[in-house]
């Protein structure tokens, strides 16, 4: 195991719904990140958590909308999804250095959460 | 802007051979650069990374993959595939996002297939 939880691993939710992805770490990491990985398309990066603060929101639309209460959760709350938004949603987490300086880039990924939006 | 391109999306090999999997990128600065694999149902796991020390980098399961910034390449390889080596291959370069958090762009992935 990766020391990365996700729950619910799969979710089917219509057009009107209101759901959560939980996303929990238990490695002691400082920064936590929502992907989106759909098919025959590049990982997308969407949203990037440090030190519980939100540091990149790579335009995503707002029925997603991401909350970090501490460094070791993160949820991605949904509402109104469209059926394009039907994808594995992974999150991960990784140890980032402050003040500056490259970080080793290694994430850890959780296994996903199957969205399927009806 | 870094980018990273696989060339092939699917690459089939007999169990016992060697497998290659090409990876090109293109940086504006000296770049790190990884591979990460992912196994069906399962999130991504690092293999190797390149961060400017050593040229050619060893990683997990006997992968491992050259930086060769003359034709801005960086493919993995393994001398003697295995079964459990089928899975989606990813290349990834660094990016620098906001507050120095690296910002990984990803490349679109390269199934391997392992035949008996």
């Known amino acids: 195991e990766t020391g990365v939880t996700q729950t619910p691993r799969h979710l089917v939710m219509g057009m009107t719904n209101k759901k959560s992805l939980k996303c929990e770490q238990h490695?002691?990491?400082?920064?936590m990140y929502w992907y989106k990985q759909s098919a025959k398309k590049p990982l997308e990066l969407m949203f990037v958590y440090n030190f519980k603060e939100q540091t990149e929101n790579n335009s995503v639309p707002s029925r997603f909308s991401p909350e970090c209460p501490n460094s070791s959760h993160l949820f991605l709350h949904l509402h109104t999804l469209q059926p394009e938004d039907s994808a594995l949603y992974l999150c991960a987490s990784s140890q980032e250095r402050r003040p500056s300086g490259m970080n080793t880039g290694e994430l850890f990924f959780g296994e996903g959460s199957r969205l399927t939006v009806l | 802007a870094q980018s990273v391109t696989q060339l092939d999306s699917h690459v089939s090999v007999s169990e016992g051979t060697p497998v290659l999997l090409r990876c090109n990128y293109s940086?504006?600065?000296?770049?790190?650069l990884f591979w990460y694999v992912q196994h069906p149902n399962k999130g991504l796991q690092l293999l190797l990374k390149y961060t400017s020390a050593a040229t050619l980098v060893k990683g997990i399961n006997g992968f491992e993959a050259e930086f060769k910034k003359s034709e801005t390449s960086f493919h993995l390889t393994k001398p003697s595939a295995h079964m459990s080596d089928a899975a989606e291959y990813f290349c990834v370069v660094s990016d620098r996002g906001t507050y120095n958090t690296d910002k990984l762009i990803f490349g679109t992935g390269t199934r391997l297939q392992v035949f008996p």
């Open positions: 490695l002691g990491h400082n920064a």
């Open positions: 940086s504006s600065y000296s770049p790190s």
